[in-house]
């Protein structure tokens, strides 16, 4: 576990313990679907945030969480947010856009982003 990793930081853990475990491509969306998270986490959420990297073989799993409560607009990151300055939902929706598997999960605890990526063998 990382705790309050930069969102290079976290960028470059993953494609250290990810290359050899999902095809380049599927491996460069997830790197950026990560960044996206945690900068947001940072940003918006509450300390500490926290990134949890899983590996197997031809699947990754990435928890991003902080202790905040997460987007307000229930549709955050499923629609395009406005272009002006200052709007949360860019991040959320750029992970949904490039075809992630990613869940937006709130608890007693803070909010977490969960994005996957591959395929069982």
């Known amino acids: 576990m ?3 990793p930069s969102p290079a930081q976290v960028r470059h853990v993953l494609t ?3 290359g050899a475990r999902v095809p380049g491509t599927v491996l460069e969306e997830l790197v950026i679907g990560v960044g996206e998270a945690v900068a947001n986490a940072r940003q918006h959420g509450g300390s500490p945030a926290t990134a949890r990297i899983w590996a197997g073989s031809g699947r990754i799993l990435v ?3 902080d202790s905040g409560p ?5 549709l955050a990151g499923l629609i395009p947010a406005r272009a002006e ?3 949360r939902g860019s ?5 949904h856009m490039i ?3 990613a869940a937006l999960i709130r ?3 803070g909010f977490t982003v969960r994005l996957s990526a591959g395929h069982a063998v």
């Open 85 to 87: 300055p200052g709007l």
């Open 99 to 101: 075809g992630l598997d």
């Open 2 to 4: 990382m705790s309050d």
């Open 63 to 65: 928890h991003v969480h």
């Open 91 to 95: 991040g959320l929706w750029l992970i």
């Open 107 to 109: 608890s007693p605890d």
């Open 70 to 74: 997460g987007p307000a607009d229930p």
């Open 16 to 18: 250290s313990i990810g």
